[in-house]
């Protein structure tokens, strides 16, 4: 199938409620061009420099999501006009995007990254650093960003039932944070392989790129 139909195979197997992000990291601007025509119009990127170069060539009316770990020192590239960065796993990376987005006069959004799989290899928080984060001095300083959740990634494994343990957790430590920050909205979990236990674990925003877009070519 083409991407189009890919894209309008998937939306139809999603609720409404749930926000697709089409990642297309690696992918060249043709393949997005294809997929925005089709009415899509958010996509993720892992890298920022090449986030950046399709910002440059594309319409301006696409919302940019940052995925991948974010480098502290790459942040002023992208805070110009990305909508949400999805990674955020430290005080640190939080105070300089709040800080680059001051330059430009915006409030970033953002998700805090929870570490919530087996691999050593995930970043993010645990459930205690979460809370330390939120009544972090340093924090309560922060003018320009916005936290609008969590993200997560489960286990790379066939072992649905352990994803689906994993998201469920997640799940929890979201609807405990919303005690404390009632505005948060957005759980981001769930990619090609196991969106659809995400969404049935209560993912309010899905990170899909391969059943889109076909196998990637990794740089």
């Not at 991407?3 to 409404?16: D, G, Q």
């Not at 940019?64 to 960065?85: C, D, P, T």
């Amino acid at each position: 199938m083409s991407i189009a139909e890919n894209l309008r195979s998937i939306k139809k197997e999603i609720p409404e409620s749930v926000t697709l992000v089409a990642v297309s990291k690696t992918k060249p601007v043709s393949d997005i061009l294809e997929a925005y025509h089709s009415g899509h119009k958010i996509f993720g990127e892992n890298k920022v420099q090449e986030m950046v170069q399709k910002w440059e060539e594309m319409p301006k009316d696409i919302q940019w999501h940052m995925i991948g770990h974010v480098q502290r020192n790459k942040v002023k590239y992208m805070a110009e006009f990305v909508s949400l960065i999805h990674g955020v796993d430290s005080i640190k990376l939080l105070s300089e995007i709040d800080k680059q987005a001051k330059k430009h006069n915006r409030v970033i959004p953002c998700l805090l990254q929870v570490h919530i799989a087996e691999e050593d290899t995930k970043f993010g928080f645990d459930a205690d650093e979460i809370t330390d984060l939120i009544h972090h001095p340093e924090y309560k300083k922060l003018q320009n960003i916005s936290v609008q959740g969590l993200m997560g990634m489960a286990t790379f494994t066939d072992d649905m039932e352990q994803v689906r343990r994993e998201f469920r957790t997640l799940n929890r430590l979201f609807r405990e944070l919303k005690n404390t920050l009632p505005q948060i909205a957005i759980l981001s979990m769930g990619m090609s392989g196991d969106y659809t236990v995400a969404i049935e674990e209560g993912s309010t925003m899905v990170r899909i790129g391969s059943s889109i877009f076909g196998k990637r070519n990794y740089k």
